[in-house]
């Protein structure tokens, strides 16, 4: 049929294919819907798209990440970012997407070991929400978990090494992100005269 999506053999649209299209990692610069291939998509509120043809609603809703801002004696732990799609060799906090059943406190906390190697304990929000933006215009709504950890950190997997910084030996023009720079001058503002220490209070 001219104007849609060529149908691949054999396929057929499935219940549960109505069901995956409402997830927010269906591919934005796509311009055909992904159940029925009509190109006929018309923008909603909030920059959501619905297909004219089958009703069916993309939902370009912001992603969660969870971050773990890890103090300890006026310093944060900071990863350097490996070869990754955003900001290679860039610093930042252990931080990444919250998974499926996934509370954002304990994406915070498994994020800090999968990137840094250590097991935080944590004790409260570090910072407001705030929004990374992206570039397919949806953006990352950033959750900011102050942690306490026993241990050495180790680099992990994604991650080219870590470090122990003060405010005065954080790598300020090589930070990953306008959200992260934010994120610990905040810290700083709150105790300026012991570095990165706040209070640590009862946990989550």
Known sequence: MAGRRPAQAGCAVAESDLVTSHLPNALDGDPYCTVCGSPRLVERYLGH???EACGTTRWRNPLPVAEAVIVRDGR????????VERSPGKWTVPGGFIGLGETPPAAAAREAVEEAG?????IGLAAAPRRLPTPDGR???????????EGDPRPGREVASVRWCAPDEAPWDALAFPTTEALLRGLVARSPDVGFTVALSSGI
Request: with cysteine.
């Open 49 to 51: 798209r619905r297909c």
């Open 76 to 83: 944060v732990l900071l990863t350097q970012r490996g070869d």
């Open 118 to 122: 250590v097991a935080a304990r944590i």
């Open 139 to 149: 953006g990352h709504v950033l959750l900011s978990f102050l942690a306490a950890a």
